[in-house]
């Protein structure tokens, strides 16, 4: 059992204070984003036997065990990480594995560098994520309905948006959606950005539901991300609830801390509310044009006290245990690989000690008794 010493990342989205008062640390003035537990190459874990990238190099199969290299292959299929959003995330979609896979081979097979701002596949993967709240946390997930689309528009009273009212309203569903946001992400810019200044005042002055919009505009004015914002389900999930994302659901997240675990991938097609690049063609390609409610996830119990997240992805699994002062010992013994964090409380894993935001790597098989009092968060894979 390796403890894990992590990369914080300092995007411009990031709290400065969210990530520092869990660790229990001296805010440093900076955006701190997102601290990520794993082996990605971007920034590994980092253990006393080196980055945990050359421990699972050095032996796949004795720190994944067999069946996960067998169905994942010689590396650590998911990637977790505290996120703490003090401004909107760029408003994104992730494509499938197929649809991944396209997308990776056809950008090799022109010759666009990796490192590219214009290339949308950093690899052949897809990204399906869970985000599981620790404070309250808002966000953007998957298409309203239509109708509500509309009404939503309509009362801003801006004459500009009334053709996609009339849109949203005469054509059926999967239609409507891919014209609209088709129309909004395609306007002429001058004539977009008046659009959202006013909307932005609109729902500045209105207030409840179009807050949220009003927040998005102040962060990204004149963006067409705006408006495209507005088709979707704004979400506000509290501690220990979670929403899951998976393959062509838009979705942003607004604020708030969280326990975020995905597929280890790179591949993110954005749609707006970022000064990066925006492939239209390639985004309305991978976007499932599909309204539906955003399904909050709140955890099955287990007779054990294990607490799961369900989703239908093999690549992570994530739960938590919420340990009572006097409750005794759990077993963790796992024959797959599993990074424990603790979010709250003292919590014992083996040797180790663990405060709120540390963690450690357990190797698959390894004998894994944890106790203590707090919360303890569980990612592993399905295999």
Same mark, same amino acid.
């Given at each position: 059992?390796?403890?894990?010493?992590?990369?914080?990342?300092?995007?411009?989205?990031?709290?400065?204070?969210?990530?520092?008062?869990?660790?229990?640390?001296?805010?440093?003035?900076?955006?701190?984003?997102?601290?990520?537990?794993?082996?990605?190459?971007?920034?590994?874990?980092?253990?006393?036997?080196?980055?945990?990238?050359?421990?699972?190099?050095?032996?796949?199969?004795?720190?994944?065990?067999?069946?996960?290299? $067998?169905?994942?292959?010689?590396?650590?299929?998911?990637?977790?990480?505290?996120?703490?959003?003090?401004?909107?995330?760029?408003?994104?979609?992730?494509?499938?594995? #197929?649809?991944?896979?396209?997308?990776?081979?056809? #950008?090799?097979?022109?010759?666009?560098?990796?490192?590219?701002?214009?290339?949308?596949?950093?690899?052949?993967?897809?990204?399906?994520?869970?985000?599981?709240?620790?404070?309250?946390?808002?966000?953007?997930?998957?298409?309203?309905?239509?109708?509500?689309?509309?009404?939503?528009?309509?009362?801003?009273?801006?004459?500009?948006?009334?053709?996609?009212?009339?849109?949203?309203?005469?054509?059926?569903?999967?239609?409507?959606?891919?014209?609209?946001?088709? $129309?909004?992400?395609?306007?002429?810019?001058?004539?977009?950005?008046?659009?959202?200044?006013?909307?932005?005042?609109?729902?500045?002055?209105?207030?409840?539901?179009?807050?949220?919009?009003?927040?998005?505009?102040?962060?990204?004015?004149?963006?067409?991300?705006?408006?495209?914002?507005?088709?979707?389900?704004?979400?506000?999930?509290?501690?220990?609830?979670?929403?899951?994302?998976?393959?062509?659901?838009?979705?942003?997240?607004?604020?708030?801390?969280?326990?975020?675990?995905?597929?280890?991938?790179?591949?993110?097609?954005?749609?707006?509310?970022?000064?990066?690049?925006?492939?239209?063609?390639?985004?309305?390609?991978?976007?499932?044009?599909?309204?539906?409610?955003?399904?909050?996830?709140?955890?099955? $119990?287990?007779?054990?006290?294990?607490?799961?997240?369900?989703?239908?992805?093999? #690549?992570?699994?994530?739960?938590?245990?919420?340990?009572?002062?006097?409750?005794?010992?759990?077993?963790?013994?796992?024959?797959?690989?599993?990074?424990?964090?603790?979010? @709250?409380?003292?919590?014992?894993?083996?040797?180790?000690?663990?405060?709120?935001?540390? @963690?450690?790597?357990?190797?698959?098989? #390894?004998?894994?008794?944890?106790?203590?009092?707090?919360?303890?968060?569980?990612?592993?894979?399905?295999?």
């Amino acid at each position: 059992m390796d403890r894990l010493d992590n990369t914080v990342r300092p995007y411009a989205w990031g709290s400065p204070t969210a990530i520092p008062k869990l660790l229990g640390v001296e805010p440093t003035g900076e955006p701190q984003a997102e601290m990520w537990m794993g082996a990605h190459p971007g920034a590994p874990s980092r253990t006393a036997r080196g980055t945990l990238v050359e421990v699972i190099d050095a032996a796949p199969e004795r720190e994944l065990g067999g069946k996960a290299v $067998a169905r994942f292959g010689p590396r650590l299929p998911f990637l977790l990480k505290l996120l703490a959003a003090g401004a909107p995330l760029s408003l994104q979609v992730h494509p499938d594995l #197929e649809q991944a896979k396209e997308g990776y081979a056809d #950008e090799e097979r022109r010759d666009i560098p990796v490192d590219a701002p214009y290339r949308n596949y950093k690899d052949a993967n897809h990204k399906p994520e869970l985000i599981c709240a620790l404070t309250e946390f808002d966000g953007l997930c998957g298409f309203r309905d239509p109708a509500r689309a509309a009404d939503l528009l309509e009362g801003l009273g801006v004459d500009s948006l009334k053709p996609y009212v009339d849109v949203l309203r005469a054509h059926p569903e999967d239609a409507a959606l891919r014209e609209v946001l088709t $129309a909004v992400l395609t306007a002429d810019p001058e004539e977009m950005a008046h659009t959202v200044a006013e909307a932005a005042a609109a729902c500045d002055r209105l207030g409840g539901d179009y807050a949220p919009y009003a927040g998005i505009a102040h962060h990204y004015p004149g963006d067409p991300g705006v408006i495209a914002a507005m088709l979707l389900n704004h979400v506000r999930l509290q501690p220990g609830e979670a929403l899951f994302l998976g393959a062509g659901i838009p979705h942003a997240y607004l604020s708030g801390l969280g326990v975020e675990i995905m597929a280890n991938s790179d591949n993110v097609l954005r749609c707006g509310l970022t000064p990066k690049h925006v492939d239209v063609p390639e985004l309305l390609r991978v976007v499932r044009f599909e309204a539906g409610d955003p399904g909050v996830l709140r955890p099955e $119990a287990a007779p054990d006290g294990e607490e799961v997240y369900e989703t239908p992805i093999d #690549e992570f699994r994530l739960s938590r245990y919420v340990l009572p002062e006097g409750g005794g010992t759990h077993d963790l013994t796992r024959a797959t690989p599993q990074i424990l964090l603790c979010t @709250s409380g003292t919590v014992r894993a083996g040797e180790h000690e663990l405060a709120p935001g540390q @963690s450690v790597f357990v190797p698959a098989g #390894e004998k894994t008794e944890v106790s203590g009092t707090g919360t303890l968060f569980r990612a592993t894979v399905v295999a």
